[in-house]
């Protein structure tokens, strides 16, 4: 793997939430109001203003990412992504591509240069860890492999299990 690609990779337990970047990815729910997980510590940690953009945008479909402000986030943006719930199907794995490449999309029309996502359809919607972390990092390595505007991608994942995966899948690629 390209080492320009893994000097701009970061993995990370911790709290999205609270990062200093461009933009954090909400692992949202179609109607983008907020939800459990990532999506309620989000929209939590943001306020009523996000919310209140939120219900402007008319929802989000799977596979889809949309932009709002970060508001009460350190984050300037929130990119929202809806994450297939796993079925075991291949339209799954394009689905879940969908939101990563989207996001990063989202991001670079917008001249983001740094961009956190969670570990999207891992919690309540049931994605396999290591099959979401094989197509988490090959799409976001693809796509800034041949984009310099994102300088920063961080994983930040939930436990240090989640963590793990992502190290040996990350050793594993040679990144």
């Not at 972390?133 to 693809?142: F, R, S």
């Amino acid at each position: 793997m390209d080492k320009d690609v893994l000097r701009r990779i970061e993995i990370m337990t911790g709290d999205i939430t609270r990062l200093e970047v461009d933009a954090i990815v909400n692992a949202a729910n179609k109607t983008l109001l907020g939800g459990g997980g990532v999506d309620g510590a989000i929209h939590r940690a943001a306020g009523q203003k996000l919310l209140d953009e939120c219900r402007t945008l008319g929802g989000c479909e799977t596979g889809e990412a949309k932009i709002t402000r970060g508001y009460n986030l350190p984050a300037k943006y929130v990119i929202h992504t809806v994450g297939p719930i796993y079925s075991g199907t291949e339209k799954d794995a394009e689905l879940l591509s969908s939101c990563y490449l989207n996001s990063l999309k989202l991001a670079v029309s917008n001249n983001l240069n740094s961009i956190a996502f969670p570990a999207i359809s891992c919690g309540v919607y049931g994605y396999p860890i290591n099959e979401a972390c094989k197509i988490a990092i090959n799409t976001t390595c693809d796509f800034i492999k041949n984009n310099q505007t994102i300088k920063k991608v961080i994983f930040v994942l939930f436990s240090q299990s989640d963590l793990d995966v992502y190290k040996n899948y990350i050793e594993k690629i040679g990144l």
